[in-house]
């Protein structure tokens, strides 16, 4: 499952309703872009911006 969140006062707020049951325990990963992510990882950086690469990829399979 994929859902956007809101952090406030030290508590994410899922945007939409869940449907899991009260008490759930779930595993959360947060990263704001994949170079972050690869950065935290120790992975070698890219020779491109991956997260430019990424969005003209997305961008050609919505507008092919």
């Not at 449907?19 to 935290?40: C, Q």
């Not at 990882?41 to 491109?48: H, K, Q, R, T, V």
Request: glycine share 4%.
């Amino acid at each position: 499952m994929k859902i956007k969140a809101i952090y406030e006062n030290n508590v994410l707020k899922p945007l939409g309703n869940l449907d899991l049951p009260n008490k759930a325990l779930v595993s959360i990963t947060i990263h704001e872009s994949f170079s972050d992510l690869l950065e935290e990882l120790g992975e070698p950086e890219a020779g491109e911006d991956i997260d430019a690469v990424l969005k003209d990829m997305r961008k050609r399979r919505y507008y092919d």
